[in-house]
């Protein structure tokens, strides 16, 4: 059954930082991995989807990279703005014998001014 | 392009009673997949419809079911609520094949309250 761990689970840093968001995973065979971010009580927005053939998506100040041997995924997001803060998710999409997407719990992220 | 549309936004009911909860995808898209976002568990899958079929399923008892409609728009029902049944519901939609394992988008939710 795969599994998806994302830490920290919780950051709070100044504007202006640059970070990075980790995202792991049990089960090599995946298809594709997704960032989403949630704002509170919202529904999910897409981020970045990488396919499992890919090493790296890039979408104006963020950046996802993907090693699959390794089951690790990072998020980077250059120069921290207030309008960052969200609740950031990694979506693992499928597995050995699996045709789902499994989430993680998130990383919620506060950058202050 | 509109969103993906949910409806209702917040529901209260009471344990025992049966709630539908109602999804329209983006126009075009064929995918329409359903999951529940806990405090404790997280979100997680529940089933995915295409063209009217349901093609996967999470792991969740058979009170949660689901259709979808030749119009793409798709509900889900959960009878004999339980207080655990108390969540936010999300609609996704996928225009491709793969459905929930390629791009989704989803709607804003449904937030469910069971008393």
């Known amino acids: 059954k795969q599994e998806v761990t994302q830490i920290p689970a919780a950051l709070s840093v100044p504007e202006g930082e640059n970070l990075v968001l980790n995202c792991s995973f049990t089960?090599?065979?995946?298809?594709?991995l997704q960032w989403f971010r949630q704002d509170p009580g919202k529904g999910l927005t897409s981020l970045l989807l990488?396919?499992?053939?890919?090493r790296e998506q890039t979408s104006g100040r963020l950046n996802a990279s993907l090693d699959k041997s390794s089951g690790r995924s990072t998020l980077y997001i250059a120069a921290s703005q207030p309008g960052d803060s969200a609740t950031y998710l990694c979506?693992?999409?499928?597995?050995?014998?699996?045709?789902?997407?499994?989430f993680g719990r998130g990383t919620s992220l506060i950058v202050h001014p | 392009k509109a969103g993906v549309t949910q409806t209702p936004r917040y529901l209260i009911k009471t344990r025992g009673q049966q709630v539908t909860l109602s999804c329209s995808p983006i126009?075009?898209?064929?995918?329409v997949s359903w999951y529940q976002q806990t405090p404790g568990q997280g979100l997680q899958f529940l089933f995915e419809?295409?063209?009217?079929?349901?093609?996967n399923k999470g792991n969740f008892p058979g009170r949660f079911s689901g259709r979808q409609f030749s119009n793409s728009r798709s509900e889900m029902n959960v009878s004999t609520l339980e207080l655990g049944d108390s969540a936010l519901y999300l609609c996704?939609?996928?225009?491709?094949?793969?459905?929930?394992?390629?791009?989704?988008?989803f709607g804003p939710g449904t937030r469910l309250t069971v008393l």
């Open positions: 996704a939609s996928s225009y491709s094949r793969e459905g929930p394992l390629n791009e989704q988008f």
């Open positions: 089960d090599s065979a995946i298809y594709n």
């Open positions: 990488i396919q499992s053939s890919q």
């Open positions: 979506a693992v999409g499928g597995g050995t014998r699996s045709y789902i997407p499994t």
């Open positions: 126009s075009g898209h064929r995918s």
């Open positions: 419809y295409f063209s009217e079929t349901q093609r």
